[in-house]
């Protein structure tokens, strides 16, 4: 007698997304939708028109007395060399060297900080966290204050530089460049032909290269100290995530310290990186507040490009000069800024790996 066993019958799985779904994920997300079209991509477009118009800022930008006026507003302050394009070249030098240092600083200190709260030999770490984090959570103004009365000529600061030799700066009222004054400290005074003679945006190119000045350095010292704290604590979460199994081994095969993090814990912080570097990027290239409770007076030494967007609309009140052809013409520089950043942060991760 042969006895025939069929094969069980398999249910058809359905592919892709059922009936239904798509419909009901559309209506979850719509109020997140909604939200971000009305306060994100439609004063984008607005203000993407009124950089292409004659708009004053006053009435509806949509009115009928306002003209397109194609790319006239980007030519004056890019262009025709008159002092908007001068303060928007200065504004741009600025933002420029406060993000060039700032966010490598700060990365690097936060990242430091991390690792040595995580070592599981190190007592009261706890302590040492708080210790760390209290400067993010204190008021921006009292450390601006602060900050001012440290680096003021006859502040703290100057009086431990004078104790060991060192006549300190007048920090606040400083506009030269720190580059160029450690190039004047071996002999150089001034620049090549082909770095004074062509100039960009305003400013000559042996000015982009000075650096940022004295008071923008204070500045960027201020920056590093009270936002490290926040960053620390993201990296940490991000270490104590990482299983201890391939370490623990590595350490056992006879691995140091400095090449268990290198080849085995910073490759597997890359997205904590990416993630905490755009948002590092973003902070410092917008900074403003800490520029205009400190430096008002001595704004060409620290001028934001956000700073010169709100003081060149509320003089000149021509809103589409200064506000929207502004914001639309660094637009570029920016994504180029985040571009480099994700390429250097791919590369020190994957360099760990390939060696």
Do not use: C
């Amino acid at each position: 007698m042969t006895v025939t066993v069929s094969a069980p019958s398999r249910a058809r799985v359905p592919k892709g997304i059922r009936r239904g779904e798509t419909l009901a994920g559309w209506i979850f997300t719509s109020p997140v939708l909604i939200i971000l079209g009305v306060f994100l991509l439609v004063p984008v477009l607005m203000a993407l028109w009124v950089s292409v118009s004659d708009w004053s800022g006053r009435g509806s930008p949509f009115s009928g007395n306002v003209s397109y006026v194609g790319l006239e507003n980007y030519a004056a302050i890019t262009t025709n060399g008159g002092l908007p394009t001068r303060d928007f070249g200065t504004a741009l030098r600025n933002n420029a060297w406060y993000v060039l240092l700032v966010v490598p600083l700060q990365t690097a200190l936060s990242l430091f900080l991390a690792v040595l709260v995580n070592r599981a030999i190190l007592r009261g770490r706890g302590v040492f966290r708080t210790a760390f984090y209290f400067p993010s959570v204190t008021s921006t103004v009292a450390i601006t204050v602060l900050w001012l009365f440290l680096f003021s000529a006859s502040g703290t600061v100057n009086a431990i530089l004078a104790a060991i030799g060192i006549n300190g700066p007048s920090w606040w009222n400083d506009p030269s460049g720190v580059v160029h004054n450690l190039l004047r400290a071996v002999g150089i005074t001034s620049g090549p032909d082909v770095l004074t003679q062509n100039d960009f945006l305003g400013l000559s190119w042996w000015n982009w290269l000075a650096g940022p000045s004295v008071a923008m350095s204070a500045l960027i010292l201020m920056s590093v100290f009270t936002t490290s704290g926040t960053f620390m604590l993201l990296f940490l979460a991000a270490l104590q995530n990482i299983g201890g199994d391939v370490q623990e081994a590595a350490l056992m095969d006879g691995a140091g310290y400095l090449k268990i993090f290198y080849r085995i814990s910073l490759p597997q912080l890359r997205p904590a990186l990416s993630a905490l570097g755009i948002i590092t990027f973003t902070q410092t290239w917008n900074y403003y507040f800490q520029a205009r409770v400190l430096l008002e007076p001595q704004e060409a030494m620290t001028l934001p490009v956000a700073m010169d967007v709100l003081r060149g609309y509320m003089g000149a009140g021509n809103l589409s000069l200064v506000m929207a052809a502004m914001s639309m013409a660094v637009l570029p520089v920016i994504l180029l800024f985040l571009l480099a950043q994700k390429l250097v942060i791919e590369g020190v991760t994957m360099s760990g790996i390939k060696n």
